[in-house]
């Protein structure tokens, strides 16, 4: 079992890409991510590390496969670790991350490689509280 634990300096990382909803549970998604690599346990570690002070701490994460890249069952993060594990089916475009409040955060990851305008069209609808489409149709609507 290999587990992410190369360091990582904030020089070295574009500003993270994440819109949320003010109320999460509300809808299909919580939020948007738009990670800048397939990298699992950098992307992870980045997001647990930046999420907004304002909410609870990330403890588990769980990911769809085809998203990323080969990954660890955990990442070394700056509090500790935290649990990784996959879907066990496939759920293309969905991270669910859970919180020290026990909340479960269900999260739109947009692919690194989309444009500049798909990315944020993406991020935008997936945080906008009148959105009710899964990540499959948000990210093909975000593509159009």
């Not at 496969?65 to 070394?76: F, I, L, Q, T």
């Not at 935290?82 to 859970?98: A, G, N, Q, Y």
């Amino acid at each position: 079992m290999a587990t992410s634990t190369s360091p990582i300096t904030t020089t070295d990382r574009k500003p993270l890409r994440l819109r949320m909803r003010t109320e999460p549970g509300s809808a299909h998604l919580d939020g948007g991510w738009w990670p800048q690599t397939r990298d699992l346990g950098v992307e992870l570690r980045d997001l647990v590390d930046n999420f907004p002070k304002e909410r609870t701490r990330i403890m588990r994460a769980v990911y769809s496969p085809p998203d990323w890249d080969v990954s660890g069952r955990r990442v070394e993060v700056e509090r500790g670790f935290i649990r990784v594990e996959s879907f066990p089916r496939d759920d293309t475009h969905v991270i669910l991350l859970s919180t020290a409040a026990r909340t479960v955060l269900r999260v739109l990851v947009i692919p690194p490689g989309a444009s500049p305008r798909e990315g944020a069209r993406a991020l935008d609808a997936a945080a906008d509280s009148r959105n009710d489409q899964s990540a499959q149709v948000l990210l093909g609507s975000a593509a159009s």
